[in-house]
Every structure is written in C-alpha cells, then in structure tokens.
C-alpha cells in the first residue's frame, strides 16, 4: 500500500489520495464502507439518503461557523463595549478631581480675602 501512494502518477493522471491507495489495494473490503471511505452498492434510494445526509452534514458545519462568528461578534462588540465604559469611569473620576481642586480653590480664595468695605 505504502508502495502504490509514493509511486510517482502515470502519464496524465493526477496523484491519487490515501483513501483511492486504500481503495485499490482493499476494493472487496466492508470495512471501507462501514467507515465512510467508499459509497454503499445498495441502490439509489441508499444513494440518495447518503447525499442527503452529507448534505445535513453540510448544513450542519456551516451552521456551526456561523455561530462562531456570530460569537466571535459578540465578543468583539463587548470587549469594545467595556473598554468604552472604562474610558468614561476615567474620565468621570478625571472630573471629579478637578471639581474638588476647584472647590479648595474657591474655598481658599473666599476664606482668605477681607470682606467688602462699607464706606
């Protein structure tokens, strides 16, 4: 087997995979069926639950990539949702502390001048 898949092609004939090496050397094997590697000789109603069963397969991996986007998404979005409302905490306690330097501001200015004269 190992044989025939390094064997280089023949003249117009592209390499051939594993799964057609396994086929050639084993074309009687039930094996190959019961694993998926070579179609059921049942007829065209099997034919066609087969086709119809990858083809859910199908529906069914391309559903699940979808969600993972759609999740990858998601957390984009909150990861850019959190950064945003740390930006405004910081820029909140920013101006928390400037009202408050300015409130000791103020308190020392008006604490420290003298009271209007009444002439």
Known sequence: ??????APPKDGQDT????????EVMPK???LRNVGMQPTKTGNKAARVDA???ELENELVAE????ALARAQVLAE???ERAARK???????MLRKQI???????RSFLGTQPAPSQE
């Open 1 to 6: 087997m190992e044989a025939r898949a390094a």
């Open 87 to 93: 930006k405004v905490e910081e820029d909140q306690e």
């Open 78 to 80: 909150l990861e850019e």
């Open 29 to 31: 094997s039930t094996f």
């Open 52 to 54: 119809r069963v990858q």
């Open 16 to 23: 051939l995979t594993l799964t057609q090496v396994v086929h």
């Open 64 to 67: 699940k990539e979808e969600a």
């Open 100 to 106: 408050g330097e300015m409130h000791g501001f103020f």
